[in-house]
């Protein structure tokens, strides 16, 4: 039996490890391409909200495929819940796209660095989650970290200003959504990502050339395509199958915070691949930054396997459960008195 627990617990340490490294690669490769198809320097092919389109078509045909050949099973999930999902994912990504063209790189930085507290507050009040103390120091050490990093100058307006927010609330309630989704239709994350890609497909194909004219002046039709820009096309739309995949299957396994923070790790990855390919500027402030959001995501990773262990001795084999397993079987158990995830302060 003990066997069996260890082995269970190193199966899923290899699967959690497997997917953050997915989602990594997959989301810093993916800057890199996208960073050479639209830049000036580059194939200047600057329709971004387009191209997220071809990335959920692609995700979309992967999974139409991958249920054909009954490599996936395919649950039932009411069109409502599917379309709402769908609606706010896309705010997200024009919200953001709107924020970036509007502010200032450096306000655009500060927006995303703000999801990981708005994720926070939107658990309590839509989970009742609470956060202890080791974990609000590893999760503002984090975002002081990436901050210094990355923030430079902080202009803003009010249009600017509202995209942001609008943003930073449909992206957070995103991510919260996609973890409850999958536990409430018992569905795993390529069978939910392979529901709402076709319907954030059509949308985005329809939507985005009118959204990317009005933040870029520039029609799709007008733009000539290159052999380099469509092979570049391709490999950006590769990337996001996988980036796709491993975001709603590390959603899945953690929470929503431990995305966003561990999350940032790949802000650090793009830092440290500027300055190795694209000679950016490395400075002693951008060294010490890294190193600081480094430690917040060593100390944060470290407060969460502490939980896991307290909660294991309460519940044996608990340990293998991702964090909102845990808190459902705590639900399930009547179980109020016990420390919330992510070390959180006794709710009875």
Known sequence: ?????????????????????????SSVGIIMANKQLMSPSGFA?????????FHFSVTA??????NAAGYSASKHVPMWELL????????SITGMNFSLMLNSVGFYQISKLS???????????????????????????VVVGVGICTVTDLNVNAKGFLCACVGILSTSFQQISIGSLQKKYSVSSFELLSKTAPIQALSLLILGPVIDYYLTGKLLSNY??????????????SLAVFCNVSQYLCIGRFSAVSFQVLGHMKTVCVLTLGWLLFD??????????????????????????????????????KE???????????????ESGVNDVELGKSIG
Request: glycine share 8%.
């Open 224 to 237: 000539k395509l290159s052999s380099g820009a469509f092979f570049f096309i391709l490999l950006s739309c």
């Open 1 to 25: 039996m003990e066997k069996e627990r260890k082995s269970s617990s190193v199966n899923v340490v290899v699967s959690d490890v497997g997917a953050w490294g997915m989602n990594i690669i």
């Open 61 to 66: 045909l992967v999974g139409l495929v991958s």
């Open 84 to 91: 709402w999902f769908s609606i706010v994912a896309n705010m």
């Open 45 to 53: 092919f600057a329709f971004a909200t387009t191209l997220t389109g």
């Open 320 to 334: 293998s459960l991702s964090e909102e397993d845990s808190q459902l079987l705590k639900e399930e158990n009547g």
């Open 280 to 317: 950016s500027e490395l400075t002693l402030k951008n060294i010490l930054g890294v190193i600081l959001a480094v430690v917040g995501m060593v100390v944060y990773s470290l407060a969460v396997e502490v939980e896991k262990k307290a909660n294991s001795k309460i519940f044996p084999g």
């Open 115 to 141: 999801m990981i507290p708005v994720v926070c507050v939107m658990e309590w009040i839509l989970h009742g989650k609470h956060y202890s103390k080791e974990v609000k120091m590893a999760v503002t050490v």
